[in-house]
């Protein structure tokens, strides 16, 4: 079981970036997932989530600019980022709190998953 984000790149202030994040695997299911950063020297933080049932929350900075979302049957989650500001820079990593995926006959639990972060850089 692998989360992958993808989408980073360098962007001018006030401009748009897309973020996908795919979970590979023989995938059963996938509870909340959510996007986190980390700009430099600073600790980790939440972006955004959402429930396998499409319910989502942000934090208090992106909200009414990102719009994190999530396609279960592609086993997905997106972050769409508007106006993006200076601030916003950081890598951003996909967390997963728990996959179900099969091995062989058995399902088997996977707490806490975080992909490999994409920077996203915001500068003019």
């Known amino acids: 079981v692998q989360l992958q984000a993808s989408g980073g790149g360098l962007v001018q202030p006030g401009g748009s970036l897309g973020l996908p994040c795919t979970v590979s695997g023989s995938i059963f299911s996938i509870n909340a997932m959510g996007w986190y950063r980390q700009a430099p020297g600073k600790q980790r933080e939440l972006v955004a989530t959402i429930t396998r049932g499409g319910t989502t929350t942000y934090a208090d900075s992106v909200k009414g600019r990102f719009t994190i979302a999530r396609d279960n049957g592609k086993n997905a989650v997106y972050l769409q980022m508007n106006s993006l500001k200076p601030e916003d820079t950081a890598v951003y990593y996909c967390?997963?709190?728990?996959?179900?995926?099969?091995?062989?006959?058995?399902?088997?639990?996977?707490?806490?998953?975080w992909g490999q972060g994409t920077l996203v850089t915001v500068s003019s």
């Open positions: 967390n997963a709190d728990k996959i179900t995926y099969y091995s062989g006959s058995y399902l088997h639990d996977v707490y806490n998953g």
